[in-house]
């Protein structure tokens, strides 16, 4: 199956430790994606491949994958973090795929 | 730095085909798959499908029947039909550029396009 599972919603509070986690078949031979969505605004890729981050994004962003399950950790999370974040992967077609998204609240 | 607007119509009636383009600018259409991806109001990301060069295409298997991508070159644009579009079609659609596998790291989508409302009614 090429689905992918987030959870709806995770809290944290100012300044901790937050991992989301996006969990799939297609993640125990593919990479994981992350997709962090502001409200009105375009999705920004925030980490592709093995745990690889796009010019421009913090440091605190890091991935991490163990079997089927892919995680998004954020380090000293910061008030402007609070945002959905999407992950995606591929199937062997090369077709792609998202989870439902999990909206992260900054406390 | 490569940038990518939608265009096209807001406004769709039902049964009709949604036609969408996707400008880029600041580089080149070649070499890179071109993505389109749609969101519903208030709900997640839905990969509709991507295509390579001219020749390449991949569709979600949900809307492949519906679903037609085309790319060109000569315009530097990629561009988007879905035909016989309902209400469940309303949704931002939003192009963006996918680099695809390279030296075994996937690249995925890291340019998206602001997004164009389209809502789908007679």
């Known amino acids: 199956s090429s689905e992918l599972t987030q959870d709806p919603a995770v809290s944290v509070a100012l300044g901790q430790t937050v991992r989301i986690t996006c969990q799939g078949d297609s993640l125990r031979r593919y990479s994981a994606g992350w997709f962090q969505q502001k409200p009105g605004q375009a999705p920004v890729l925030v980490l592709y491949g093995k745990n690889n981050r796009p010019s421009g994004i913090a440091d605190r962003f890091s991935a991490s994958t163990s079997g089927d399950t892919s995680s998004l950790t954020i380090t000293g999370t910061q008030a402007e973090d609070e945002a959905d974040y999407y992950c995606?992967?591929?199937?062997?077609?090369?077709?792609?795929?998202f989870g439902g998204g999990t909206k992260l609240t900054v406390l | 730095q490569v940038q990518l607007q939608e265009s096209g119509p807001g406004l769709v009636k039902p049964s009709e085909t949604l036609s969408l383009t996707c400008g880029v600018s600041?580089?080149?259409?070649?070499?890179?798959?071109w993505s389109w991806i749609r969101q519903p109001a208030g709900k997640g990301l839905e990969w509709i499908g991507r295509?390579?060069?001219?020749?390449?295409?991949n569709y979600n298997p949900s809307l492949k029947s519906r679903v037609t991508m085309s790319v060109d070159m000569s315009k530097n644009q990629s561009s988007l039909k879905l035909s016989s579009v309902t209400a469940a079609d309303t949704a931002i659609y939003y192009c963006a550029r996918d680099r695809g596998i390279r030296g075994g790291e996937d690249y995925n989508m890291d340019v998206w396009g602001q997004g164009i409302t389209v809502t789908v009614s007679s």
């Open positions: 600041g580089g080149s259409i070649s070499g890179y798959y």
């Open positions: 995606n992967s591929r199937d062997s077609s090369g077709n792609r795929v």
């Open positions: 295509i390579y060069s001219t020749v390449s295409t």
